[in-house]
C-alpha cells in the first residue's frame, strides 16, 4: 500500500519535443538538443560521403553536415526544396543539420502518453527511434539524437579538401 501511495503522488514527468514531418510521417525530438532551426539553403556535396549526408553548409563560420533524416531513417531520399527545413541538433560537442519537410509543432509528453517501439524482428527502427508518443490519433516516433549522428568512421572516409 505504501508503493501504491509514493506512485500516486510522484507527479508525471513532462518534457518537451519538437514534431517534424517527413513525407506524410511525423517524428519528434528532444527541444533540449535543438540549437536551431533554418530554412534549406543549397549545400556543398561531400565526396565519398555516405548517402544520408546531404552535404554541408556555413553555419556563421562553422562547417555544419546536413543528414537527410529521411534516408537516415530507412525511408525514400529528400530531394530539397524551399520549403525544406534544417533543423540543427546538437549530441555534446557534435552538431548536425537534420533535413526534414516541415517542423509541427512543439509538443508536451507526460510517461502515460510514451509506448516502446514495437519489436519488428530487426535492429533497424530501435536503432534511431527511442520510442512512441500517442497523441490524438496520432503516433510519433521519438528519434534519438546520438543514435542519428554521423560517427565518426563514417565522417573519417571523407577525404580533407585542400584550398584552391
Not at 54 to 71: F, S, Y
Not at 111 to 140: A, C, K, V, Y
Request: with cysteine; aromatic share 4%; charged share 20%.
Amino acid at each position: 500500500m505504501n508503493q501504491i501511495y509514493r506512485t500516486a503522488t510522484q507527479p508525471d514527468r513532462r518534457s518537451e519535443l519538437l514534431s517534424v514531418r517527413i513525407g506524410a510521417q511525423e517524428f519528434a525530438m528532444d527541444i533540449r538538443s535543438i540549437r536551431e532551426i533554418r530554412g534549406w539553403i543549397a549545400s556543398t556535396h561531400l565526396p565519398h560521403a555516405p548517402s544520408y549526408i546531404k552535404g554541408m553548409i556555413n553555419l556563421r563560420g562553422t562547417v555544419l553536415v546536413v543528414i537527410d533524416l529521411a534516408e537516415r531513417l530507412g525511408l525514400p531520399p529528400q530531394e530539397p526544396n524551399a520549403a525544406s527545413v534544417v533543423v540543427v541538433v546538437e549530441d555534446g560537442d557534435k552538431t548536425a543539420g537534420l533535413l526534414v519537410d516541415a517542423v509541427c509543432d512543439i509538443i508536451t509528453v507526460t510517461d502515460d502518453m510514451r509506448q516502446t517501439t514495437p519489436e519488428t524482428g530487426s535492429n533497424g527502427p530501435r536503432q534511431f527511434i527511442e520510442g512512441l508518443i500517442m497523441l490524438d490519433s496520432r503516433i510519433i516516433s521519438t528519434i534519438s539524437i546520438p543514435a542519428i549522428m554521423p560517427d565518426a568512421t563514417a565522417l573519417e572516409q571523407i577525404p580533407a579538401v585542400e584550398p584552391v
